[in-house]
């Protein structure tokens, strides 16, 4: 086993844990820590599979951006202690079976599909920004434009449909 | 094919659908909309780091062109989510979604 193998299974370890832990935990907040957690683990994962370039505009976005914004919301909501009603156990362990469901479907599916085992050609270059710049800036240039009009639109939305006098 | 020593593709098949399951069983189970809208980015993740290792695997730039766009449409969408969950706090005073049932008949 060399060392990346025991940074991959401790970096899966964590981020599997710590998903759990947003899904059953009860305070909301502790939801959201668990979930940077998560993102920080999935983050690893890049740096480990040589992505250096999307690790750190994951953290920057996600823990960095996209989790603060929730704990604001949870701040402004105070939704730190549970609001949740109370459901039944039955409830619960029907969720767990479908998920459970889902996950059998899928790793089924994986076991059956044949992923071509193609002979890479040397890939340690793929990850890194300036691989990346090329590629978005050249096919990806139109696709990269309107991401930009996307954000624009969603800021938009976003301003309108914070504004005090909307009645529902 | 390795992409890392010693760990193959289907290691991260199985990482990637166990986190997705597992967000999928948070928006089953959890009734508080905000914890239900972070399983959702939980499965956005999932997908995105499979993505990243098929690009290793495959070795292409176009799969982790795809999840940067994915994050800018993750981005997008939790500003204008977030932004709705705000408006209906206001107007119902919650977001358990036991109780936003006035669409369900």
């Not at chain 1, 951006?65 to 919301?73: D, E, G």
């Not at chain 2, 986190?19 to 508080?32: E, P």
């Not at chain 2, 399983?39 to 070795?59: R, T």
Request: proline share 1%.
């Amino acid at each position: 086993m060399s060392p990346s193998t025991y940074v991959f299974w401790f970096l899966t370890f964590v981020a599997v844990l710590s998903a759990l832990n947003v899904v059953f935990t009860k305070n909301a907040v502790y939801s959201v820590l668990s979930l940077i957690v998560t993102f920080f683990a999935i983050a690893g994962h890049y740096f480990l599979m040589n992505a250096q370039f999307l690790g750190i505009v994951h953290i920057m976005v996600y823990a960095g951006a996209i989790m603060v914004l929730f704990l604001y919301v949870i701040m402004m909501l105070n939704l730190n202690e549970t609001f949740e009603t109370n459901k039944d156990t039955f409830f619960h362990i029907a969720a767990v079976i479908a998920a459970g469901l889902l996950l059998v479907t899928m790793v089924a599916a994986f076991a059956k599909t044949d992923i071509q085992m193609q002979s890479m050609v040397d890939n340690s270059e793929i990850g890194y920004l300036e691989e990346l710049g090329k590629v978005l800036f050249n096919e990806y240039l139109l696709p990269f434009e309107i991401a930009s009009v996307l954000l624009l639109a969603a800021m938009v939305g976003a301003v309108y449909l914070s504004k005090k006098e909307i009645q529902v | 094919m390795e992409i890392i020593p010693g760990i193959t593709i289907n290691h991260y098949l199985i990482v990637s659908a166990i986190l997705f399951s597992i967000g999928a069983l948070g928006v089953m189970m959890r009734r508080n909309a905000i914890i239900m809208f972070m399983c959702i980015e939980l499965m956005l993740n999932a997908v995105n780091l499979l993505l990243v290792a098929f690009s290793k695997q495959w070795a292409d730039t176009s799969a982790q062109v795809l999840v940067f766009f994915i994050m800018a449409v993750a981005a997008a969408e939790v500003a204008v989510g977030l932004a709705i969950l705000m408006m209906i706090y206001r107007n119902a005073r919650t977001t358990d979604t036991e109780v936003l049932n006035k669409l369900k008949w």
